[in-house]
């Protein structure tokens, strides 16, 4: 016999959910989401860490970013004086259905959400120096891998992008929307698709920002799993392993207790105790190689090691699983909520996914030789030991595997062959 949810289902998605986007932005969005024209050294792109052919992300624990080369997993740390400083600290999310109306909090730390706080309808890292008209979040967020050292922009004195980035965060925002416009394929194409725009010479980050959020809304859209099925009143849309890993997963297991609402996610933070390492999410004033998520938005010491909760859309597609990508396998990551100790015991760092970089190595699993810190992890923790069987455990696999979507691997716009650039395309 089924055991009673003890959370509700929630009601199925549908395009009206979304915030509306407009073809001809989106058609310019998706140039520049694959044009390295807008990284400082010109060398990466928004796709090359979120790509198509891996589900939104890069398939890396830790990303490389600015001076790496390659994609995905091959991607390798680069070589001589333009090899990478430092791997990205946190796993590369995924993209899909970031368009949803319900979306009010964005990164791993919810340090882009909805506020009214700097006058500007952000809370975000440019505090009061975000640039005005930035209708959505998915917009918004846009403009911020950009500028940042590690991941786009580069390091002080290589580029105009980030010496501008090291003056003050919105300096850089206009060297980068002039490098956009002043190329006849996008001047033309911006002053076509927006109705506020007459001139090419007229174009900012903003316009550059809502094309790549409508492009990012338009072509990465999922509610066609059979989960979705389900929820629109199929019963034989899943079957019966998957049915009963429905049950344990709005049930005993408890998982939607965070992973609840149309996109499995409750939008607010959680500390779950996930094997740490990588260089950490530092702030200046502490320099330990760790992470303390939420906290080093908040400053709230009840924040710490607390992460967004991520959207179980698509989520046997994403992997490496967890904010820092600690789990190889959906199991892994499974098999953790329900008992973090057991599954730190198991874990090893040959688990983490990390292209070689031995000029990094030291660093890279630092923080278990800090007993202290460790201890403050594990003494920060929203979950608790649930007791599932083995098969158990595979029936909520299978429900997590019913909420990949039919038509997850297709995408209407895709990867462009080319771009208004010139440079090669990922």
Sequence with gaps: MAEPHLFPLPEPITAADFHPFDPAKAKLGQLLFFDKILSGNRNIACATCHHPKHA????????????????????????GPDRIAKRIPRNAPSLWNLGHRDIKVMFHDGRLESSNLYGNAYNSPAQEWLPPGLDTLIAAQAVFPLV???????????NEIAGAVHDRIDAAWPILAKRVRILPTYGAGFVAAFDTIDRPEQVTIVEVAEAIGDYINADWRSFDS???????????????????????????????????????????????????????????????????????????????????????RNVALTGPWGHNGAYPTLRGIVE???????????????????????????????????????????????????NLTGAEVD?????????????????????????PSGLPVD
């Excluded at 660093?363 to 920060?380: C, G, K, M, N, Y």
């Excluded at 909520?396 to 462009?416: C, D, E, I, S, Y």
Aim: proline content about 9%; some cysteine; hydrophobic content about 40%.
């Design 148 to 158: 940042a050292q590690f991941e786009m922009a580069g390091n002080p004195k290589e």
């Design 56 to 79: 939104g992300s890069d398939g890396l624990s830790l990303g490389i970013g600015e001076g790496g080369v390659g994609l995905g997993p091959d991607r390798t740390a680069g070589s």
């Design 226 to 312: 059979p989960f979705d099925a389900y929820l629109a009143g199929d019963p034989d849309a899943l079957d019966p392993q998957e049915q009963t890993g429905l049950e344990l997963f709005y049930g005993k297991a408890g998982c939607a207790r965070c992973h609840s609402g149309p996109l499995l996610t409750d939008q607010d933070f959680h500390a779950i105790g996930l094997p740490p390492f990588g260089p950490g999410r530092t702030r200046a004033f502490d320099p330990h190689a760790r992470d303390v998520g939420r906290m080093g938005e908040s400053d709230r010491l009840e924040d710490a090691y607390r992460f967004r909760t991520p959207s179980l």
């Design 336 to 386: 953790h909520h329900l008992d973090p100790d057991a599954a730190l015991v198991r874990w090893t760092p040959q688990m983490a996914g990390l292209p070689e970089a031995p000029w990094l190595a030291a660093t890279d699993f630092i923080v278990w030789q800090d007993r202290a810190e460790l201890a403050r992890q594990a003494a920060r923790r929203d979950i608790a030991p649930v």
């Design 395 to 419: 029936a909520l696999l299978a429900f997590l595997h019913a909420l990949t979507g039919t038509t997850a691997g297709q995408h209407p716009l895709g990867r462009p062959d080319a771009v």
